[in-house]
């Protein structure tokens, strides 16, 4: 069974598959791409992908990211110098501690996950 | 983006000399596993995990021996850019076929401030575009030699 660190990984690389996804269908994106010479022809394979990972999330940590995903636009997001960069609020120090390594933390403020990209 | 602010993107730490792999994967792994050992990236699967989802849109070996695996992630605080020479070519399905000699690898986080992403990208690949620029480049064989390089074209 995935551990919460685990757990988390897998929202990440979830949302980062997501932001793909988004990011191809953007006409003004794409274009830019292709004019240096990128083709994107596998759509298909990149949204068989996303399900694929989907299919190994649990399944309430999945519900929770898609409705925050529905209500916000992005379900995970980074923290830096302790500010949620979803809402740019304030993360208490007390979130980093050690008792909280293990568990899958929200941003009071906006509740959207939260992800430390360099570590607590 | 100034010349001078794409050099800057780029640093020793983060530059590859001989890269030893010789299939696709196994190269991503190598470049990868280089920002891990050099503290730029904690979160090494899901980094590669993101490239290879990157390459199955299409390949970033766009031809003449030249590859841009490139992407966004949340497990990356800023833009980042690798520098790599293969010496023997790497089997990276590209789009001619041909072996990858040189990689430019760019990685930056979902939402950037100054947006250096595709400017430096695209920079790159015009410039890789001159024969005799991406020659130079391909037998690179210390940093030093690249920032020269960049600062004389």
Redesign the interface.
């Given at each position: 069974m995935p551990t919460m660190s685990e757990h988390l990984?897998q929202l990440?690389?979830l949302?980062?598959?997501d932001?793909?996804i988004r990011?191809?269908k953007d006409q003004v994106?794409s274009n830019?791409?292709a004019?240096?010479?990128?083709?994107?022809?596998?759509?298909e394979?990149?949204q068989a992908?996303r399900d694929e990972l989907a299919g190994g999330i649990d399944k309430v940590l999945l519900s929770r990211y898609e409705r925050t995903v529905k209500r916000l636009g992005?379900a995970?997001?980074?923290v830096?110098g302790n500010i949620c960069?979803g809402c740019f609020a304030v993360i208490p120090t007390a979130y980093t501690s050690s008792e909280n390594q293990d568990k899958i933390l929200h941003c009071e403020n906006c509740g959207r996950i939260l992800?430390w990209?360099?570590?607590s | 983006m100034t010349r001078e602010e794409l050099i800057s993107l780029f640093s020793p730490d983060l530059f590859i000399p001989n890269l030893k792999a010789k299939t696709r994967d196994k190269a991503l792994m190598e470049m990868v596993d280089h920002a891990v050992e050099a503290g730029v990236i904690r979160d090494r699967e899901v980094i590669l995990g993101m490239l290879k989802n990157r390459e199955s849109l299409g390949s970033t070996g766009l031809g003449s021996g030249v590859a841009f695996p490139h992407g966004r992630s949340l497990a990356i605080p800023k833009l980042m850019a690798l520098l790599a020479v293969s010496k023997k070519g790497v089997d990276y399905g590209a789009i001619d076929g041909q072996p990858v000699n040189l990689f430019f690898m760019f990685i930056a986080p979902p939402v950037e401030k100054d947006n250096r992403y595709l400017p430096a990208l695209g920079q790159v690949v015009e410039l890789i575009r001159d024969d005799a620029t991406r020659e130079k480049l391909m037998a690179l064989k210390k940093f030093d030699e690249f920032k020269v390089l960049l600062e004389g074209e």
């Open positions: 990984l990440v690389a949302q980062d598959l932001d793909m990011e191809t994106h830019k791409l004019e240096m010479g990128f083709e994107m022809e596998g759509m394979d990149l992908a992005r995970v997001v980074p830096t960069l992800y990209p360099r570590g | -």
